[in-house]
């Protein structure tokens, strides 16, 4: 667990830890391939990618989640990243077009992880890096409490209601979160403090903290929080 003093500095400890990672992975293969949340805690995480020279134009980077908004609205993760970061780079974008109808949606941006990593129907791709944070009731990606979709491990994306937001949203699936190679965890807020205690400690129970899918699944979890 990696504690800060304020968001600012876990988020830019965060973004260095997955600049590193995304090194060796150009190092190794050429190109990364790195999957960003939204929500308003990496602002200054995407604001620390924008200030550091990196070759971007060597990673792809696509969307854990997305909210069933346009690319312009205040909502939508895209803009968020595209505003504060990508718009600026030269990386290589996908992302989810949260204003088709979400299952659509979700099909499309299947097709389109499977022709960047080269997969076939019934692979799953492995990220190099999956950025990932997590709600105050211990949702991530936009899997939320008692979701079925909690237990599927063969997908890549699907489309769903949220009714706690009374939303559509677009979603990567467990079984891509788990099989990333490395996850970096941004957490803010010291009202979470107690929802991550019993995510990290507490009995095994995805359905009431999806977060835990992760956790307890993924090979390696990096915590940065500001609390």
């Known amino acids: 667990m990696n504690r800060f003093l304020d968001l600012k500095q876990a988020a830019e400890a965060c973004g260095e830890h997955i600049i590193r990672l995304l090194d060796e992975a150009i190092s190794r293969n050429g190109r990364a391939m790195l999957a960003v949340s939204g929500g308003s805690s990496p602002k200054p995480m995407f604001e620390y990618f924008a200030r550091t020279q990196f070759p971007w134009e060597k990673v792809h980077v696509f969307f854990v989640d997305e909210r069933g908004v346009p690319p312009a609205d205040p909502q939508s993760n895209f803009k968020l990243a595209n505003d504060t970061w990508l718009r600026s780079s030269k990386a290589q974008v996908h992302r989810m077009k949260g204003e088709l109808e979400a299952k659509e949606a979700a099909r499309l941006y299947t097709d389109e992880v499977r022709a960047a990593f080269g997969l076939v129907p019934g692979d799953l791709p492995q990220f190099d890096v999956i950025h990932q ?42 079984g891509v979160l788990i099989a990333a190679r490395h996850t970096a965890m941004l957490i803010d807020g010291r009202a979470k403090k107690r929802v991550l205690d019993a995510v990290l400690n507490g009995p095994f129970d995805p359905m009431k903290y999806p977060t835990q899918v992760v956790t307890r699944n993924a090979r390696d979890v990096q915590w940065f929080v500001d609390f």
């Open 133 to 174: 944070g997590m709600g105050d009731d211990g949702h991530t990606a936009s899997l939320f409490p008692g979701e079925p979709l909690i237990e599927d491990r063969q997908g890549i994306a699907a489309g769903l209601w949220v009714e706690k937001m009374k939303m559509n949203r677009i979603t990567l699936l467990p």
